[in-house]
């Protein structure tokens, strides 16, 4: 005996016959009926669902439109097969579209990207409250064993739900609009160290360009198409350019790698290392 269906607006509650038919028809059919159906008869628990992040911080219509979307995703993948109601599947993806909504809505700097962090930024308060109506003071530790989740995870996220995000383009204050930016510590070099290395740089490329100029021209195109080249050439194809076997190719590599570093004074520059760097390629490139 067929079912007929209602797309309605109603938040009547479906019978178990009455949901799986309709969940089989959009599973089999597509039926865009039956689907709107399952939708609408479930609307009411979105807005209860809604209810529990009231004081979250975005607005009960945010919320109900993203736990709409989660129920309308609930709705396409449910499997009328499996021994549960539409209600218990969608409850999971109602409730993990608004504590989206929620993370994303908190600040631009995204929080809350682990387990950890978001049983802290739902459950923080609550436990704070908990430990004060028993008259105990929420200390990290207390808070942390209550949330069961560590000590530092607690300390780091208590720090950024108490502050505000700023941005770094925005003026430090009404009479000073340099950005906050500008303040801010560099972790890199400074100038100093800066041209201090430039000049470490260009000490080491007239070292190693002197250096190359004591190999023979068969010694200087084995290292560059060794050590320089972005397909290093193997032994054997060295060998064959050159009408020479492999271990005679890897022999004058070793000899041209030995008189580099003779010539550096055994250690000014690690030649075998300083092929592979930009300086020592220069380098090499200039004498080749």
């Given at each position: 005996?067929?079912?007929?269906?209602?797309?309605?607006?109603?938040?009547?509650?479906?019978?178990?016959?009455?949901?799986?038919?309709?969940?089989?028809?959009?599973?089999?059919?597509?039926?865009?009926?039956?689907?709107?159906?399952?939708?609408?008869?479930?609307?009411?628990?979105?807005?209860?669902?809604?209810?529990?992040?009231?004081?979250?911080?975005?607005?009960?219509?945010?919320?109900i439109?993203?736990?709409?979307?989660?129920?309308?995703?609930?709705?396409?993948?449910?499997?009328?097969?499996?021994?549960?109601r539409?209600?218990?599947?969608?409850?999971?993806?109602?409730?993990?579209?608004?504590?989206?909504?929620?993370?994303?809505?908190?600040?631009?700097?995204?929080?809350?990207t682990?387990?950890?962090?978001?049983?802290?930024?739902?459950?923080?308060?609550?436990?704070?409250?908990r430990?004060?109506?028993?008259?105990?003071?929420?200390?990290?530790?207390?808070?942390?064993?209550?949330?069961?989740?560590?000590?530092?995870?607690?300390?780091?996220?208590?720090?950024?739900?108490?502050?505000?995000?700023?941005?770094?383009?925005?003026?430090?204050?009404?009479?000073?609009?340099?950005?906050?930016?500008?303040?801010?510590?560099?972790?890199?070099?400074?100038?100093?160290?800066?041209?201090?290395?430039?000049?470490?740089?260009?000490?080491?490329?007239?070292?190693?360009?002197?250096?190359?100029?004591?190999l023979?021209?068969?010694?200087?195109a084995?290292?560059?198409?060794?050590?320089?080249?972005?397909?290093?050439?193997?032994?054997?194809?060295?060998?064959?350019?050159?009408?020479?076997?492999?271990?005679?190719?890897?022999?004058?590599?070793?000899?041209?790698?030995?008189?580099?570093?003779?010539?550096?004074?055994?250690?000014?520059?690690?030649?075998?290392?300083?092929?592979?760097?930009?300086?020592?390629?220069?380098?090499?490139?200039?004498?080749?």
């Amino acid at each position: 005996m067929s079912m007929t269906l209602k797309t309605t607006t109603s938040n009547a509650v479906l019978t178990l016959e009455h949901e799986q038919e309709l969940s089989r028809r959009w599973m089999k059919q597509e039926d865009k009926a039956a689907l709107a159906t399952l939708i609408h008869a479930h609307l009411g628990l979105v807005i209860k669902i809604a209810t529990e992040f009231r004081n979250s911080g975005p607005a009960m219509e945010d919320l109900i439109q993203e736990g709409h979307v989660g129920l309308t995703i609930a709705a396409r993948r449910f499997d009328p097969s499996k021994a549960t109601r539409l209600a218990t599947y969608a409850t999971y993806w109602i409730r993990a579209c608004m504590m989206e909504y929620v993370v994303r809505s908190h600040g631009p700097v995204r929080i809350g990207t682990t387990r950890s962090q978001r049983k802290i930024f739902f459950g923080l308060g609550r436990a704070r409250r908990r430990l004060e109506r028993e008259g105990q003071t929420p200390s990290s530790d207390l808070l942390a064993n209550l949330l069961g989740v560590p000590t530092a995870d607690v300390e780091h996220m208590s720090t950024r739900l108490s502050g505000h995000d700023v941005s770094l383009d925005a003026p430090r204050s009404q009479d000073d609009e340099r950005k906050s930016s500008n303040t801010l510590a560099s972790d890199g070099p400074s100038q100093e160290d800066m041209f201090a290395d430039g000049q470490e740089d260009d000490s080491r490329k007239t070292l190693l360009n002197e250096a190359l100029k004591q190999l023979d021209p068969r010694e200087r195109a084995i290292l560059k198409a060794r050590h320089m080249s972005a397909r290093p050439m193997t032994l054997g194809a060295l060998g064959k350019r050159f009408g020479i076997s492999r271990e005679r190719v890897r022999q004058l590599e070793l000899r041209a790698v030995a008189k580099l570093r003779t010539y550096c004074n055994g250690g000014v520059i690690d030649a075998r290392r300083a092929f592979r760097t930009p300086v020592a390629q220069d380098g090499l490139r200039a004498a080749a």
